[in-house]
């Protein structure tokens, strides 16, 4: 497989990032820390800060990135050594995005009024799990060519202890 291809996914997952973290930044401008939010539509029982309520997004954001910068990396080192972690980390990305997607879609009934950056948030997300599941693919059809580890060696018959043969 070409790793232009994998680029190429890699330049789209990017862009889907840079709109998910422009997204939430946008969404979070109004906040402050004496901001109260009614926390039940963000999954929380009671009142809560607005900055306590955007804090999973921007880990997720922040994750999003080291699994890109992961993912650049393994492919420039050699992507069959680290196909295992590889497609471990784009799979909780790739759940973890399609969950923040999934709450900034409906992102309606806060006070937050910039309901635009909610969606952009939510189309960033979404580029961002659709570059993770493609990289998934390209990652996992790649034939593991090396053996990781020591190769086992053949040993002659006659070293053997007649004992253990």
């Avoid at 990017?14 to 401008?29: H, R």
């Avoid at 804090?55 to 080291?66: C, N, P, R, S």
């Amino acid at each position: 497989m070409e790793h232009i291809v994998v680029y190429g996914i890699l330049g789209l997952t990017s862009l889907g990032w840079i709109i998910m973290l422009a997204g939430i930044g946008s969404v979070q401008a109004n906040c402050g820390r004496d901001a109260l939010d009614r926390g039940a539509d963000a999954g929380y029982l009671g009142p809560a800060e607005c900055n306590t309520i955007f804090g999973y997004t921007w880990w997720i954001v922040w994750l999003q990135l080291a699994v890109l910068l992961g993912i650049t990396f393994s492919i420039v080192k050699g992507v069959e050594r680290w196909r295992a972690p590889a497609l471990g980390y784009l799979a909780i990305a790739s759940v973890l995005t399609m969950d923040t997607a999934n709450t900034y879609i409906y992102f309606n009934s806060t006070p937050v009024n910039n309901h635009s950056a909610a969606r952009a948030t939510a189309a960033g997300a979404v580029i961002c799990s659709i570059g993770n599941l493609a990289l998934m693919t390209c990652v996992g059809l790649l034939e593991e060519k090396e053996i990781i580890g020591p190769k086992p060696m053949a040993v002659p018959k006659s070293s053997i202890p007649s004992a253990v043969i």
